[in-house]
């Protein structure tokens, strides 16, 4: 395949890959009231959820970014947007703080 149709099938994946993420992050300020009242949730408990997705992320710059420049883009890209993937499924699965708090972690 030549560079310029790699451009045209890749470019398409990393958009959608953005807008996924893009979605993700947001998703739970939507869905925050509707799940701790289904959940029962505390405004503490609450802050676990919105916290753990901001320590995850800020944790996972550094082993990804040395994985980035050992493997490349291309497999970190892959194994960060399954990791994004499975994390998302188990959150919209959870029923329990610990549960919800490990998926953001991931997410």
Request: proline share 4%; hydrophobic share 45%.
């Given at each position: 395949?030549?560079?310029?149709?790699?451009?045209k099938v890749i470019?398409?994946?990393l958009f959608l890959g953005y807008i996924a993420i893009y979605i993700d992050?947001?998703?739970?300020?939507?869905i925050a009231?509707?799940?701790?009242?289904?959940?029962?949730?505390?405004?503490?408990?609450?802050?676990?959820i919105f916290s753990a997705f901001f320590i995850g992320y800020s944790?996972?710059?550094i082993p990804f970014g040395?994985?980035?420049?050992?493997?490349g883009s291309k497999f970190v890209l892959i194994i960060s947007l399954s990791i994004i993937t499975i994390?998302?499924?188990v959150f919209g699965s959870a029923s329990t703080?610990?549960?919800l708090v490990a998926a953001r972690f991931f997410c």
């Open positions: 395949m030549k560079t310029e149709q790699k451009g470019l398409p994946i992050k947001l998703v739970i300020g939507i009231v509707p799940l701790a009242e289904q959940l029962h949730l505390s405004i503490d408990e609450k802050s676990y944790i996972m710059q040395y994985l980035n420049d050992r493997l994390s998302s499924i703080l610990i549960a």
